[in-house]
Antibody, heavy 123, light 111 residues
Framework: QVQLQQSGPGLVKPSQTLSLTCAIS??????????WNWIRQSPSRGLEWLGR?????????DYAVSVKSRITINPDTSKNQFSLQLNSVTPEDTAVYYC?????????????WGQGTMVTVSS | QSVLTQPPSASGTPGQRVTISCSGS????????VYWYQQLPGTAPKLLIY???QRPSGVPDRFSGSKSGTSASLAISGLRSEDEADYYC????????????FGGGTKLTVL
């Protein structure tokens, strides 16, 4: 069964870059029927989808408009993982960050989630 | 403010049936599937309902979903103490360049 394991720092300074990684087991980041998402949750913003990467004969990325100018999600086929980079962070970016898979078998629902990483933006 | 609107709280006693509503618009619920997630304290959300009313394997049939127009509902019958959690609805929104939207969540208390 698919499992997602997140890693990355829990503290980032303002104006710097937030970087997280999500390692996949039980599936391939290059799967033609899955997408790999980043979602965050904070008391002020609730659950917020940030973006996704997926492979359908070539790689695609979709990003939420709210973070589009600052976000990059990259697949790493050699390590079977995907990453999130969020630039120029502010305290507003403080949240629990989740990676999640979505698959065509559940009509693109977020069916598997990582354990979550609490990221605090503070000097 | 979340794009999808849910009541902040709901409650019921063991054995009762409870429903949680989720209201959206033509660009999200009105034209796409609705999904429901359950989040227990300190854990990641868990998929409860997909494609409006389908349950993933392992989700009890006490949980059911429905959709009508731009609104959806999650019903929980035979309420149990372990159902006490936060519940979120979600849908794809076709506006802008397309993105996933969530409700603000409903805290269910089992009295």
């Amino acid at each position: 069964q698919v499992q997602l394991q997140q890693s990355g720092p829990g503290l980032v300074k303002p104006s710097q870059t937030l970087s997280l990684t999500c390692a996949i087991s039980g599936d391939s980041v290059s799967s033609n029927s899955a997408a790999w998402n980043w979602i965050r949750q904070s008391p002020s913003r609730g659950l917020e989808w940030l973006g996704r990467t997926y492979y359908r004969s070539k790689w695609y990325n979709d990003y939420a408009v709210s973070v589009k100018s600052r976000i990059t999600i990259n697949p790493d086929t050699s390590k079977n993982q995907f990453s999130l980079q969020l630039n120029s962070v502010t305290p507003e970016d403080t949240a629990v960050y989740y990676c999640a898979s979505s698959s065509s078998s559940t009509a693109d629902a977020f069916d598997i989630w990582g354990q979550g990483t609490m990221v605090t933006v503070s000097s | 403010q979340s794009v999808l609107t849910q009541p902040p709280s709901a409650s019921g006693t063991p054995g009762q049936r409870v429903t949680i509503s989720c209201s959206g618009s033509s660009s999200n619920i009105g034209s796409n599937y609705v999904y429901w997630y359950q989040q227990l304290p300190g854990t990641a959300p868990k998929l409860l309902i997909y494609r409006n009313n389908q349950r993933p394997s392992g989700v009890p049939d006490r949980f059911s979903g429905s959709k009508s127009g731009t609104s959806a509902s999650l019903a929980i019958s035979g309420l149990r103490s372990e159902d006490e959690a936060d519940y979120y609805c979600a849908a794809w929104d076709d506006s802008l360049s397309g993105y996933w939207v969530f409700g603000g969540g409903t805290k269910l208390t089992v009295l």
